[in-house]
């Protein structure tokens, strides 16, 4: 999964409803691309490089998670599906919307349909006029020069003009993140770390990542559960018991919320799958003793994932340990979850399946998990 990324984007429209076809842009770049940040103001200048009708103008900031090449792709789909053509000839011509890549970070890409920083940034007024709305501060990674000193030493003198109606950013006010604690669940590769990650980053809020890889019994554990299966659980027990404590404990004053990967349930959810009885009695008075003792989350949400796409995800991320795991020991664990989940009275708990559903690569996706995790809320409210 790609970290985060701040790119602006050059917006322009000359055919039709000018207007109209920003914004709808924008919509589609928010459904399909990232977070918008900023949005400038719209600028009136005549065309560029051709006689035709004059354009509209704008830039905004756009968070994403998508690769250059990625965004690219989105951006050609986005004007296609809003009625632009390409023609064979690379002549300007007359067009219902046009988005361009001005910068994405400090990457600096040369390639033969890419160029990153655009290279029309410096000599373009109806760009530069716009993007110092947003981002006057940025630095060009290649010339070293500030938008704001780029725009001053512009050569274009076309005329420039403030247009008279705003762009809105497309926004949504979501309550979820008002929780304080909120713990992600799901099986074995439902994919609760990256959503947990994805919120992080979103929502500013503190992350706590199970570390599994820190335990030395699960590579055993997968090779022979006869043998390490209470070794396993203890460890795993005693570890999560101490970051939950830590973590939960320690307020930090930067972030919103706190949101988790796991819950420490889920130890006594494994041990149940895993452990023979007389083992399970002593490991559920234990678990018990700590139990008491912590933070419980606000809001639960459970990512219910089919077996076959489990299967295919942990086949997907590799770790050698767990590629021998078998469908009925998922099957287990959901059916081992799910109870767990009847059984709660005094948490919002929210399961939710995702079969089908690909959060990670597809941000439509995502932000319908993100709906439906809020509408629970509200309802919950």
């Known amino acids: 999964m790609e970290n985060p990324k701040t790119v602006q984007l050059a917006l322009g429209s000359n055919l039709g409803d000018r207007m109209e076809n920003l914004q709808?842009?924008?919509?589609?770049?928010?459904?399909?691309?990232?977070?918008?940040?900023?949005?400038?103001?719209?600028?009136?200048?005549?065309?560029?490089?051709?006689?035709?009708a004059a354009f509209l103008n704008a830039c905004i900031e756009v968070e994403t998670r998508k690769t250059p090449w990625q965004l690219l792709v989105l951006l050609l789909e986005i004007e296609?599906?809003?009625?632009?053509?390409?023609?064979?000839?690379?002549?300007?011509?007359?067009?219902?919307?046009d988005i361009d890549i001005l910068f994405v970070d400090s990457e600096i890409i040369q390639e033969k349909d890419l160029q990153i920083p655009h290279p029309g940034i410096p000599g373009r007024r109806f760009v530069l006029q716009p993007?110092?709305?947003?981002?006057?501060?940025?630095?060009?990674?290649?010339?070293?020069?500030?938008v704001s000193e780029l725009l001053n030493f512009c050569d274009d003198a076309s005329e420039i003009t403030v247009f008279d109606e705003e762009l809105k950013i497309p926004s949504k006010k979501y309550i979820f993140n008002t929780c304080n604690y909120i713990a992600v669940e799901g099986?074995?590769?439902?994919?609760?770390?990256?959503?947990?990650?994805?919120?992080?980053?979103?929502?500013?809020?503190?992350?706590?990542?199970?570390?599994?890889?820190?335990?030395?019994?699960?590579p055993k554990f997968y090779e022979n559960q006869e043998r390490y299966a209470f070794p396993l659980e203890m460890s795993f027990l005693a570890d999560r018991y101490q970051q939950l404590s830590d973590d939960l404990a320690q307020y930090d004053l930067f972030k919103d919320f706190v949101i988790s990967d796991y819950d420490v349930f889920k130890s006594l959810i494994f041990a149940k799958i895993t452990l023979h009885e007389d083992e399970y009695l002593l490991y559920h008075k234990l678990f018990h003793l700590m139990y008491k003792e912590l933070v419980k989350p606000e809001l639960y949400i459970y990512l219910y994932q089919n077996t076959e796409r489990l299967l295919e995800n942990?086949?997907?991320?590799?770790?050698?340990?767990?590629?021998?795991?078998?469908?009925?020991?998922?099957?287990?664990?959901?059916?081992?979850?799910?109870?767990?989940?009847?059984?709660?009275?005094?948490?919002?708990?929210?399961v939710i399946d995702?079969?089908?559903?690909?959060?990670?690569?597809?941000?439509?996706?995502?932000?319908?998990?993100?709906?439906?995790?809020?509408?629970a809320v509200k309802k919950s409210v």
């Open 187 to 218: 099986n074995i590769g439902a994919g609760k770390t990256s959503f947990s990650t994805m919120v992080s980053e979103d929502f500013n809020a503190k992350l706590i990542l199970e570390r599994f890889k820190d335990n030395p019994f699960l």
């Open 314 to 350: 942990i086949k997907k991320r590799g770790r050698d340990y767990e590629q021998n795991i078998q469908p009925d020991y998922l099957i287990n664990i959901n059916k081992s979850y799910l109870n767990f989940i009847k059984s709660q009275r005094n948490m919002k708990v929210q």
């Open 24 to 52: 709808n842009a924008i919509q589609q770049i928010h459904e399909q691309v990232g977070w918008i940040t900023a949005v400038s103001k719209v600028y009136e200048t005549p065309a560029w490089g051709f006689e035709g």
């Open 131 to 146: 993007l110092n709305d947003i981002a006057p501060s940025l630095q060009h990674p290649e010339l070293n020069r500030k």
């Open 80 to 97: 296609k599906e809003q009625g632009r053509k390409r023609t064979e000839n690379a002549s300007y011509q007359n067009r219902p919307i």
């Open 354 to 375: 995702i079969s089908g559903l690909d959060f990670v690569n597809r941000r439509a996706d995502y932000l319908w998990l993100l709906d439906q995790i809020d509408d």
